[in-house]
């Protein structure tokens, strides 16, 4: 089993380089992308809303410096909705008047809401990435394959216990064992941040 890579969204409490923005870029702009693509809007609307959000969040993204205490996730909600805000108020002129249906349903408060959240759950997402590889360790070897093709392969919980020669009850136990390690690794993370 495959060592899983570290990935870590840039932490507001050192300077930030052009490197971390391209991190950041990579991260949440492929995402903003995805989400807004998966909205119904076409991909020049989608490629045209996301380069106006990150270039909205960008404004935010050099304050990080100034605010040492300020921990990352709330920073990106704070960061997220400034720019849906400031796309509303400035960045809509600039798509031209023949909106389509879809792109007038996303500057609605349900989908700032929702851009907000999603932005949320890949900050989720990226923090567990970056603390498998400090769990994979502590966990015992069964425990962790059966955690890893549950929860980053989705393979089905019948699967795994054949594959490990086991029971489905088995199979479950050691994915709440090691995503119990998981747990206890994100609450030590908040705690530094």
């Known amino acids: 089993m495959e060592p899983v890579a ?3 969204p ?7 380089s052009e490197s971390d923005w391209g991190a950041f870029v990579d991260a949440y702009g492929r995402a903003s992308l995805d989400w807004l693509r998966q909205s119904g809007l ?3 609307e989608a490629e045209a809303l996301t380069r106006d959000l990150m270039s909205h969040i960008r404004r935010e993204f050099g304050q990080i410096v100034n605010e040492p205490n300020v921990r ?3 920073w990106l909600n704070y960061a997220g909705h400034a720019a849906w805000c400031r796309l509303m108020d400035t960045g809509v002129d600039d798509l031209g008047e023949d909106q389509s249906p879809t792109l007038t349903m996303l500057l609605s408060v349900e989908a700032h809401d929702a851009f907000l959240k999603m932005l949320d759950s890949e900050c989720s997402h990226r923090r567990r990435r970056e603390i498998l590889p400090r769990i994979q360790p502590l966990a015992e070897p069964a425990d962790w394959e059966a955690f ?3 929860v980053l392969e989705d393979v089905p919980m019948a699967e795994i ?5 086991s029971t489905e009850l088995a199979a479950h136990a050691a994915v709440y064992r090691v995503g119990k390690l998981l747990r206890q690794e994100l609450a030590a993370l908040e705690e530094k941040r």
């Open 6 to 8: 570290a990935t870590s």
């Open 10 to 16: 840039p932490s507001p409490a050192r300077p930030l």
């Open 42 to 44: 076409s991909s020049a």
């Open 72 to 74: 990352f996730r709330a």
């Open 148 to 150: 890893y093709l549950a």
């Open 161 to 165: 216990a054949a594959r490990l020669h």
